[in-house]
């Protein structure tokens, strides 16, 4: 197994990412997984690989929605522990690995599903390249990461705000530079790897995909009610999303 980053298994990160998740009125909820779903096919009788599964939510849900066979694929042990305790079913196989090693799967999927994950992969094409290898002729890839323009700034993001902390403008910089990023998120020396705009779409379509939809999601109303300062997000996107079909 290469070596990645394996953040979640950290305690004090992962009881963080547990307490987070826990609240339902949270940005994946909220805006990041509706956003997700509306990208979904008819998934009736479809083989599904997840990438970086977590506690396996989403699998369940593409049982539920007629999948025929569900692998979910994590680094982290903890994460799957959970997974396999609260969401099980006998069409649903989880498997601990780093996702840089996902060529060792010795299978082909009509979809290839990841939300929030491909930020802490290093070399983009060669995901893309194995995920190529993976999927079925015009298999999708549905993939979510951290909106670039969160990525960009080396400091991590930062808001300029008036004298009553409402948000005036973000503060971007570092945009065009590729790279490694180390930020605080419940713990100190969290990696993740930022990517212009232009990169990832090049990358993609350089990969042997057709891009066939992006979204960059923005809070509705009920979201904005739940939790006011997503007012902000109207400014700058926290997710970029993508859905794309293998041509070659």
Known sequence: MSNNQNIYDNEIFF?????LRGNKNNYNNLQEKPAMQSLLPDLTGK??????????EN???FIGRGAARVVGVDISEKMLAVAKGENSSQNIEYIRLDMNDINTIDEKFDIIYSSLAFHYIKSFSNLLGNIN????????????????????PKQGPTWTTDENKNPLHYNLSNYMESGERCVKWFVDGLIKYHRPFSEIINTIIESGFRIDKILEPVPDEKSLMLIPKMKRDIHKPNFLLIKSTKIN
């Open 15 to 19: 009881e963080g990412y547990k307490q």
């Open 47 to 56: 083989t599904i690989l997840d990438l970086g599964c977590g506690f396996g």
């Open 59 to 61: 699998c369940v849900d």
């Open 133 to 152: 290898n993976l999927l079925n002729d015009n298999g999708l890839l549905i993939y979510s990461q951290e909106h670039p323009l969160t990525t960009g």
